[in-house]
């Protein structure tokens, strides 16, 4: 017999963030951390308190049109932001590579 190990499903903690990196501009409730003030005019995005995804994050899979559990909009957002983000391992994320980051999920993946 093979190993058949199933990938095990990540459970979604609704006290953690959707991805960490979000923590570097928005505070735990969803707002903007006090010092990124000036990017107000940009910050455009209602975040969900506790997972901070944002809401205009998609409801739909793009490809068959079902509806998402909560738990899969998260992972896809999850996934999507990691693509665009710098690499971890070659330097540290800034709080200007996420803004950026999340203006282009919007463009991308946010509403039409």
């Known amino acids: 017999m ?3 190990a199933q990938p095990q499903k990540q459970v979604l903690d609704p006290g953690q963030p959707a ?3 979000i923590l570097l501009l928005a505070t735990p ?3 903007l951390r006090p010092e990124f003030h000036e990017w107000a005019e940009d910050w455009t995005y209602e975040l969900d308190e506790g997972t ?3 809401a205009w994050w998609p409801l739909k899979h793009p490809e068959d049109g079902h509806t998402l559990s909560h738990e899969e909009r998260v992972g896809a957002f999850r996934e999507n932001l990691e693509s665009v983000l710098p690499n971890p391992r070659k330097r540290t994320t800034t709080p ?3 803004l950026k980051a999340l ?3 919007r463009t991308v993946c946010g509403p039409r």
């Open 2 to 4: 093979g190993s058949g």
């Open 19 to 21: 991805h960490p990196a």
């Open 29 to 31: 409730d969803g707002s």
């Open 52 to 54: 901070l995804l944002p």
């Open 96 to 98: 200007e590579d996420v």
């Open 103 to 105: 203006l282009f999920l």
